[in-house]
């Protein structure tokens, strides 16, 4: 089984149609071997100065640039109950391999690989490139999946 992770529920939602999902859940959409989610936009953020030290709680412009050894990251509030529906789909061991089905710029990009990395998830990636949420464009798209390591 596919995950495909959109950036927007409307994206996802369209996704879904195109390829036969029609099962209606908290948060996704599955059938037709495919559970079609989505991020709400950005469901992370980097980390605030004072969660990497407490000496930044009031940090000065002569302690700048503060450039930590390993980034940190936060789960939005508004948007964890999504985090962890996407979270759970990805170790789900239906779940063969995750599309990228985000905004084909590099926004799209991090915000699927916050999720992806941020889930601790290993499974194979695999891109969907489009620029038309058009039906023929999606389905173009699908049947040409191209391998996340591209």
């Not at 980097?46 to 936060?74: F, R």
């Not at 998830?121 to 620029?131: A, D, M, N, V």
Request: glycine content about 8%; some cysteine; charged content about 25%.
């Amino acid at each position: 089984m596919k995950l495909v992770i959109a950036e927007k529920p409307s994206v996802g939602r369209a996704i879904a149609n195109v390829v036969g999902a029609s099962n209606e859940k908290n948060g996704f959409v599955e059938g037709n071997g495919y559970i079609v989610t989505w991020c709400i936009g950005h469901l992370i953020t980097p980390a605030n100065p004072d969660d990497y030290d407490d000496i930044y709680k009031t940090w000065t412009y002569e302690q700048l640039p503060i450039i930590p050894d390993e980034w940190k990251y936060n789960i939005l509030d508004g948007t964890k109950v999504q985090y962890d529906i996407i979270r759970k789909l990805m170790h789900n061991n239906d779940v063969d391999s995750v599309v990228c089905a985000t905004d084909a710029g590099r926004e799209g990009e991090l915000i699927f690989r916050l999720v992806y990395n941020m889930a601790g998830c290993k499974k194979p990636i695999e891109r969907l490139w489009t620029s038309s949420l058009e039906d023929s464009a999606i389905r173009e798209g699908m049947d040409n999946l191209r391998s996340g390591r591209e």
